[in-house]
């Protein structure tokens, strides 16, 4: 195999596109601005799926740590670390969506919004399970380890979403997206988007869940090969031992 | 499990004891850190609306939380360097000791040494900041769960980034944004106990409270699957 597509992400692939291509015609030509927000409305179409994949992301990496736990299946342990990679580079995506869009609707691009605050902790979290995933150890032991940490990341979320939110309440402004109206064509044009964005973030999964696979090949033939030239060595070493 | 936690912590405040890292360079550490937040922040900044308070006693809270924070950094780090050399953890395991038991221990033995140095350093905080005190029992409170709280999170994470050829650059990264709520509503309630009024501190002191529960629940199921090695 030399190549991580398949027949499969091909066509998610292609549906990808067509479905961005034209979620994009329905987000800045075809649906219309908001009362009261105007074109900055546009971003939602954005934002929204982004976070929504993201929050997936996370949502397969808890889960595939749960089931590396119990059976150590490496194919969940690889799904996990590549759906978090999704995750971080989505929320990546939201923070700076979000902050674009801070600047119409706030006025400044960062405010102590209890989502944009605790999005940006999560973010930071997350890049820390990745660190894990980096560690220089034994393999199963990073990977007992990240399933750990990817599970109790969940937990985790709660905890910083409620307390940011407690911490903000007693001054809390408007929130990004909420309180909008949306009418038909809009939810459509964001249902369109978000389609389009899981179709991506589908086809961005499954190469980099690819990739890490080979990647773990790799490292278990090297292994083997290491294992067999000592192997020849010991043998050459007795044989030479015999001779002399 | 409690007598294995004992075991531990006895094991590790003996080494405290005869090699004095905490007293003789995380504290002095924790002072130092004190005293660069007065020198950033200057002392003649004054708040307007708070009763001519300066900006740093209004800050004080925040900055003394901080330093505590950074100071458990140093000592969660040193609590599991002094494990990851000549096999240590594998010796624990041998040794029959219960994963659950080796973290309360390592949790508690940190937890002590935390709680001393804070006495020191919010004494310290006291004086160079100039802060008013309200109410002294829910500072104390304060102190001791928000102390919990961050020992327990923190040895979670701690042990996962243990390892000989690890740690350091991990603990800071893993552990801070998970005690980033603690954070908050520590100084919260820090807040509350020095400039009054008192209802809300004690909201947030039960979010710490819960807080050091939860992380003592996850500690104790997580130790073992973080400790198994290969």
């Known amino acids: 195999m030399t190549s991580t597509s398949s027949k499969a992400t091909y066509v998610i692939g292609w549906a990808a596109i067509v479905a961005l291509a034209s979620s994009l015609l329905f987000a800045l030509v075809l649906s219309p601005p908001e009362v009261s927000m105007g074109d900055s409305v546009r971003l939602l179409y954005l934002h929204l799926p982004t976070i929504a994949v993201s929050y997936l992301g996370y949502g397969i990496t808890f889960l595939g740590s749960v089931i590396y736990l119990r059976n150590q299946s490496v194919f969940w342990d690889l799904l996990a670390g590549a759906a978090a990679e999704i995750g971080v580079l989505f929320t990546a995506f939201v923070l700076i969506t979000g902050s674009i869009w801070g600047k119409p609707t706030w006025g400044t691009y960062w405010e102590w919004d209890p989502r944009l605050t605790a999005t940006t902790v999560m973010f930071i979290m997350y890049l820390g399970y990745l660190a894990i995933r980096r560690m220089d150890l034994p393999q199963e032991v990073r990977s007992r380890r990240a399933a750990v940490i990817g599970i109790i990341a969940i937990a985790n979320l709660i905890i910083v979403r409620y307390s940011v939110q407690w911490w903000r309440g007693l001054h809390q402004g408007q929130t990004l997206g909420v309180d909008t109206q949306l009418d038909g064509l809009m939810l459509f044009s964001l249902f369109l988007s978000v389609v389009a964005f899981l179709f991506l973030g589908a086809w961005l999964l499954i190469h980099r869940f690819r990739v890490a696979w080979l990647e773990r090949q790799v490292e278990d033939m090297r292994l083997a090969r290491a294992l067999n030239e000592r192997r020849g060595e010991a043998g050459d070493a007795t044989l030479g031992g015999a001779v002399s | ?230």
């Open chain 2, 1 to 230: 499990m409690f007598r294995d936690a004992w075991l531990m912590a006895s094991k590790d405040l003996r080494i405290e004891w005869a090699t004095r890292v905490g007293m003789g360079q995380i504290l002095p550490f924790g002072g130092l850190v004190l005293i660069l937040f007065g020198l950033a922040i200057s002392p003649d900044l004054a708040v307007a609306g708070s009763d001519g308070r300066s900006l740093l006693a209004q800050a004080a809270p925040g900055l003394f939380w901080i330093t505590v924070l950074l100071a458990s950094l140093l000592a969660l780090g040193r609590s599991f360097a002094v494990e990851s050399a000549d096999g240590n953890l594998d010796a624990l395991k041998m040794a029959g000791l219960d994963p659950a038991g080796i973290f309360l221990g390592k949790s508690a033995a940190v937890a002590i040494q935390l709680l001393a140095l804070q006495v020191v350093l919010g004494l310290g905080a006291f004086v160079l900041y100039g802060p008013p005190l309200t109410d002294l029992v829910l500072l104390l409170v304060v102190v001791i769960l928000a102390t919990l709280g961050i020992t327990a999170a923190g040895t979670v994470y701690a042990a996962v980034a243990s390892g000989l050829r690890v740690r350091d650059t991990m603990v800071p990264l893993l552990v801070l944004p998970v005690v980033a709520p603690v954070l908050l509503a520590a100084t919260k309630a820090t807040e509350a106990a020095v400039f009054g009024p008192l209802e809300n501190g004690w909201s947030w002191a039960m979010l710490l409270g819960v807080f050091a529960l939860l992380y003592a629940g996850v500690g104790m199921l997580a130790f073992g699957p973080i400790m198994e090695e290969s």
